[in-house]
């Protein structure tokens, strides 16, 4: 069956419909990432699914049982050790294109966002790129816009304002603290990547100081700051939703509990800093789907008439005590919920988000009930993922720790390996976890404290109970220390 030859649009109820279409997919599908885990979905409904990775990790033994992957590290023998290498520079690379010819073709490229290089690289190799124009993504992504978006929207907003960043030395705290409120988060929009990088809370006129001299030479992150956004800090809990703009209607995923600022992260300078997120179990006064929609619909809509497809990230607050939800972000591109969510939908039975996300830019005819769809979607999910990064350690241990599934010795506060394995399925209890998305199989690729160790996959969520964090902590140090020296 070639789908491109089909009368009517394949309706999309269940699993095994999503696996018929990609299965009379002619070409060759390809996921691109900084680590193949990343790319992984696609590989339980594509049988010739390919992944072209940069990083050469613990976990690739057991991901090369889904999908055919090339890592470029690999096939160089060292480690990329270049700041700022992206998708683009990864495809661009002489043996990286050396394998992707002798791909049949066409070959349509699952990336985590587009660049204008890599538009240029993919007209001159004819690839299809499975992504937003690479302007709209940065328009989209733009703290300009959102703050425009919001007064457009007429959703709920935090009290601020965008301003030039050499207003940080023209004023002291209390200048902000009776205009805006006594508790700010400052935020510099000229940083580009997530993670909470550029962002600080500042509570205090000495917190305030501090960021007047961290920012007194106007870069940071090797970036020439220009602009500083500053809004009221809402205390409450972190969270977001994930949509994906269709052209038939928006699909959302349920609201989702984000990890922030966790202990292992206190040396950092900045705040907000992302750790990963956490299903089910609320810690919050748990807002209806109907409040939750009215907050993120507007923007799916608004995007979907600018042209967007596919999945976009919305960051939230949910306000301590009252439960009001304020948008604080849009992420144009994969969420740092993928593919994690996805694989919870996939233990449901359910069809991940990712799979209607690749069939609109396929140009794939299809047919979703989309009520139905969100009903699916709306239906809770439990687990939770933590991500562990460099922070100040030098190098790595020999022989690497490898991926797959452990469980603590809560007697010697250590713990050992029980099987390979990336599916939270496999997880039996709460003293096991997974370990994938790395761990470093060779030398670091930066020395950026917010370098991605690998991350733990957990079958509670942390919001159950202290104990259940405190076990995911517990494992956080044993296999950080398993890792670096």
Request: charged share 25%.
């Amino acid at each position: 069956m070639d789908w491109r030859k089909q009368r009517r649009p394949m309706l999309l109820r269940q699993l095994e419909d999503a696996a018929t279409i990609f299965s009379s997919l002619k070409g060759t599908l390809v996921g691109v990432g900084m680590t193949a885990y990343s790319r992984i979905i696609p590989s339980f409904f594509c049988r010739n699914y390919h992944i072209v990775a940069l990083r050469k990790t613990g976990d690739l033994p057991i991901l090369r049982e889904k999908a055919q992957i090339f890592c470029l590290e690999e096939r160089l023998g060292r480690t990329v050790q270049e700041e700022g290498f992206q998708s683009a520079r990864l495809l661009a690379h002489p043996l990286t294109r050396e394998y992707l010819r002798s791909l049949p073709d066409p070959k349509y490229f699952f990336l985590y966002q587009n660049y204008p290089e890599l538009r240029d690289l993919g007209r001159e190799e004819n690839w299809v790129l499975l992504a937003n124009p690479p302007e709209l993504r940065v328009r989209v992504g733009s703290r300009s816009f959102f703050n425009e978006l919001i007064q457009c929207l007429r959703v709920n907003a935090a009290e601020g304002l965008l301003c030039p960043i050499e207003e940080l030395w023209a004023h002291e705290y209390r200048y902000w603290a009776e205009r805006v409120g006594a508790k700010l988060a400052v935020q510099l929009p000229e940083i580009r990547m997530g993670g909470g990088r550029g962002t600080f809370f500042i509570f205090s006129e000495q917190q305030y100081q501090a960021l007047q001299s961290r920012l007194r030479g106007r870069i940071w992150r090797g970036s020439r700051i220009e602009t500083m956004s500053v809004r009221r800090f809402i205390e409450g809990t972190p969270a977001s939703v994930a949509l994906c703009v269709t052209e038939n209607g928006i699909l959302f995923s349920r609201l989702q509990t984000q990890l922030l600022d966790l202990p292992y992260t206190d040396a950092m300078p900045e705040n907000g800093v992302f750790c990963g997120h956490s299903w089910g179990g609320s810690l919050f006064l748990d807002p209806t789907s109907d409040a939750v929609k009215a907050q993120t619909a507007p923007f799916g809509e608004y995007l979907g008439r600018m042209g967007y497809r596919g999945i976009v990230g919305i960051d939230l607050v949910v306000e301590k005590g009252t439960g009001r939800i304020y948008p604080m972000e849009i992420n144009p591109r994969l969420t740092g919920a993928f593919p994690m969510l996805s694989q919870l939908h996939l233990g449901n039975g359910v069809i991940p988000m990712e799979i209607f996300h690749l069939l609109e830019f396929l140009g794939v005819p299809y047919e979703v009930d989309l009520a139905s769809m969100n009903d699916e979607y709306a239906k809770p999910v439990t687990g939770s993922h933590l991500l562990l990064f460099l922070m100040s350690s030098d190098s790595l241990r020999t022989p690497s720790l490898r991926g797959g599934l452990y469980e603590l010795d809560l007697d010697s506060k250590g713990a050992f390996f029980v099987k390979p394995a990336m599916d939270y399925r496999d997880i039996k209890n709460e003293r096991q976890f997974i370990v994938i998305d790395g761990p470093p199989d060779g030398q670091l690729g930066s020395g950026d404290p917010l370098y991605r160790l690998c991350r733990l996959l957990f079958k509670d969520p942390f919001a159950a109970n202290r104990n259940t964090m405190n076990l995911a902590l517990q494992a956080a140090e044993w296999v950080r220390n398993r890792i670096l020296v």
